[in-house]
């Protein structure tokens, strides 16, 4: 009976035995529990969920107001009319390939009023006749320019939009090449009337065929370094619409309208500036524009 007694007392657990394996569990799930663990916890619950939505930005305008702009092949000319209806820009010179208004008018009906929403202030004109590859320089001759030619640029920003010569070949190689030599001798003609630190600014079509043209690369072997691109916006032109070489397109009817509309197409605009200059910042509302630094991979989205 007492051994009984003996055996039942031994089998029971200690008090202090218990006390310390409390104490050994607690300690044991305080290691557990690192300090910090509810932040890391939320670090990566935010990996999961990926990084926070970014707001669109703003559509890039490379241009001020007082700049001195001049726009080759300008279409139908509602991108100059843009420019002076509604951004406020005082010096606009628009260009087209057609030699008169009616021409013009032929084959783009809206170019009328755009000529008159150009030239209603009076400090703006459309220039008729005007091919962007043989243009005449629009210099200051009192000054001598880097080129050479008698004077110095006057123009602030020179802006050719979409160029293309038309469908002159269906071979896609002979095209390339056609808008490639296009690019080349604009390139030259545009740096004659480039005033010191005015830039030269290109958009194209995202996508082949127009990446083929290598615009950059053309730009460069010509003189120029690419300062930066960005996406072309054309809802940030009130009233532009693109223009086809061809003119307006009409349906069977004759009726204006119908086919793809290049305000709907990705596009992207290329700011070229001298080799050897210092680019002038743009200034919209008072307020100058951040550039980003001389880079092929400084693009703005």
Known sequence: MGKRRRLAQSAQPRKPARQQSRSNSSSASGKAKKPGSASATTAKQQQKAGPAPQQHAEPVIPFSPEDKILLVGDGDLSFGASLVEHHYCADVTATVLEKSPEELAEKYPQASENI????????????????????????????????????????????????????????????????????????????????????????????????????????RHSGLQV???????????PGYHHARTLGAVRNKNGEIGGGWKGEDRAARSYVFVRRDDEPRPTVQHGKKRVRAQDSDSSDDD
């Open 116 to 219: 008159a929403k150009i030239e209603a202030e009076g400090g703006s004109r459309v220039l008729f006749g005007v091919d962007g590859m043989t243009m005449k320089p629009f210099v200051d001759n009192k000054k001598k320019g880097k080129e050479g030619g008698g004077g110095v640029g006057i123009m602030d920003r020179i802006i050719f939009n979409f160029p293309h010569v038309g469908g002159k070949s269906t071979d896609v190689n002979r095209q390339v090449r056609y808008n490639q030599e296009l690019l080349v001798a604009f390139f030259g003609r545009a740096l004659l009337s480039l005033a010191p630190g005015g830039s030269i600014i290109v958009t194209l079509f995202e996508g082949e065929p127009y990446t083929l043209w290598n615009v950059r690369d053309l730009a």
């Open 227 to 237: 300062e930066r691109s960005f996406k072309f916006h054309a809802s940030a032109y």
